[in-house]
């Protein structure tokens, strides 16, 4: 974070930047602990280099979450300030703490409890990034093969798989009967690997860093399941709140195409290969 930025910060917070240090977990963005002149302690994101409206999408993208999680066992941090020029998001810093037995159901109940506060549509008004990837939230839809097929998956295959167009088109022909019961949408994270759940003090689970739109919930499940910790407490505790449609389990690894494609997008790698072999598992 440079002058500009601390200046700019300081201004807008009405305190002056006294201290500033780097933490981990942000693999686009600059994320730092920022100590201000009057004693408050804020969490700064902030990156010149990164795609314009990133972080303001994501404030809207937390603040939806924040109103999903109420008071429940899943905290998300609260938007303080977004700036677009230099571009900078304030958040309120999460002490760290230590996962204790309670944080994994904490955070299935949580999770259940977030996904069926529910969205008006499969999509969001407006369009977003995973990570520093597009993602197509609009127009949104009632039809949610439709919507995953058109706005999750085609995009990222013609950038990750562009040789592969007859394995997709097979995919969407079966993917009616593929994607288990109609569910209502569900307010999704959409980036739900373990590097965005913090734990905090008590062993409080915190959700960071979404991707957020109205989704199939199994999708948060997937990811978590794919990029985090297969958790048994996490996934005994969701369907005390919410219970899950049969065949669930069976169809995470088809909703995981879409972080193996934004990987593939993103590292290429070995990922493009799990992710040919999810298309031919499925097709």
């Known amino acids: 974070m440079d002058g500009r930025s601390t200046g700019a910060l300081g201004r807008l917070l009405g305190s002056p930047v006294a201290r500033h240090t780097p933490v981990g977990g942000g693999c ?66 999460i002490e760290p703490g230590r996962s204790g037995p309670g944080t994994e159901p904490d955070l299935g109940r949580g999770l259940a409890a977030l996904h069926a506060a529910g969205a008006d549509r499969f999509g969001w008004p407006r369009d977003g990034f995973i990570g520093s990837v597009p993602q197509r939230n609009t127009p949104g839809s009632d039809d949610w093969a439709t ?44 980036d739900l690997w373990s590097g965005n759940v913090l734990v905090g003090a008590g062993g409080r689970p915190w959700l960071v860093d979404p991707a957020a739109y109205g989704g199939h919930r199994e999708v948060d499940l997937a990811m978590y399941a794919l990029m985090g910790r297969a958790a048994d407490p996490f996934f005994a505790a969701y369907p005390e709140v919410h219970p899950l449609a049969d065949g669930w389990a069976e169809r995470l690894p088809l909703w995981q195409l879409e972080p193996l494609l934004v990987h593939t997008v993103l590292f290429g790698g070995g990922y493009g290969l799990q992710s040919l072999a999810v298309l031919r598992r499925f097709t």
Do not use: N, Q, Y
């Open 147 to 190: 919507f995953w097929c058109t706005h999750r998956i085609e995009p990222l295959a013609r950038r990750a798989l562009p040789d592969h167009r007859a394995l997709l088109d097979r995919l969407g022909a079966r993917l009616p009967d593929l994607a288990g019961p109609p569910e209502p949408p569900a307010r999704v994270h959409g």
């Open 28 to 93: 686009i963005a600059d994320a730092r602990r920022v100590e201000l002149a009057d004693g408050r302690v804020v969490f700064v994101k902030s990156g010149a280099a990164l795609p314009a409206g990133l972080l303001d999408v994501e404030a809207e993208g937390l603040r939806w979450l924040r109103d999903g999680v109420g008071d429940g066992p899943v905290a998300v941090p609260r938007v303080l300030a977004t700036v677009d020029d230099p571009p900078l998001l304030v958040l309120e810093w």
